[in-house]
């Protein structure tokens, strides 16, 4: 498993994190939440190492994971960002195909790409160029790409998903579509964290949850925590009647997951 411990970030005199500590562990489903700045997509850079000037510790297999070079950390970590912006007229196919680039053997994997492609249900724009596909269909792209990266385990090493509002330009028969190929991958041992904003579909996909508010870890526990209306007026700031809507539209939606 990724074990982050006591992390604090301080950007200027700006206190980002602070001593957030969690473990994503392997065939478990993490959702992230909280409201707009909370840190989530913070967070997640720093377990990337796209931000790496914190304090605290980020552990992979109890070593620091900065001692991993980065080639080595994509092979075992899949990660789709919050935006992906990508101007060249490539192709959907060729795409996706980035994924395997850490292995060196994109150009001879069509079956895989193949695979990974109607996994998230894009297939059928392997010969579109990317910057003429719309958003969700890009995001489905993406995704694909991200999955091949990981879709084999590489010499019995653990295995990654983290994604970062992967669903947020997707329709809602995408979305959980989407989250069900992450459920896929958490079925063979991939360990999953996603950064969401959608409590109710967090509510019907993940084992557990971890709430931010202001850098800080305000709950975590089994995802039956987006069920209690105070947690959620508290995370969110809602009003007391609308945070209970909330709490009881997730508990409707567990009975899904």
Not at 130 to 142: K, M
Not at 185 to 210: C, P, T
Request: proline share 3%; with cysteine; glycine share 6%.
């Amino acid at each position: 498993m990724i074990r982050v411990n006591n992390l604090c970030l301080e950007l200027g005199s700006k206190v980002i994190l602070q001593r957030v500590s969690l473990d994503i562990k392997a065939g478990k489903k993490l959702a992230v939440l909280g409201a707009n700045g909370a840190g989530k997509s913070t967070l997640l850079k720093c377990i990337t190492q796209e931000e790496n000037r914190y304090s605290g510790g980020i552990y992979l297999a109890d070593n620091d994971i900065r001692q991993y070079p980065a080639a080595e950390r994509a092979r075992i970590m899949g990660v789709m960002p919050q935006k992906t912006e990508l101007a060249f007229p490539f192709r959907a196919q060729q795409v996706v195909a980035m994924g395997r680039i850490p292995y060196g053997d994109e150009m001879r994997c069509d079956a895989l790409i193949r695979d990974a492609m109607l996994c998230t249900d894009v297939w059928h724009l392997r010969h579109r160029l990317y910057p003429q596909l719309s958003g969700g269909e890009q995001q489905r792209v993406q995704l694909a790409r991200v999955l091949l990266q990981i879709w084999q385990p590489h010499k019995e090493q653990p295995r990654f998903l983290l994604l970062d509002e992967c669903t947020s330009a997707l329709d809602p028969a995408h979305q959980h579509a989407v989250m069900s190929v992450a459920d896929r991958f958490a079925q063979q041992g991939v360990a999953v964290l996603a950064v969401m904003h959608d409590v109710a579909l967090a509510a019907s996909w993940a084992d557990d949850i971890i709430m931010l508010k202001h850098g800080q870890v305000l709950a975590s526990g089994g995802v039956e925590l987006l069920q209690q209306a105070a947690l959620l007026q508290q995370a969110y700031d809602l009003e007391a009647s609308l945070a209970s809507r909330y709490a009881h539209q997730n508990q409707q939606w567990a009975s899904f997951n």
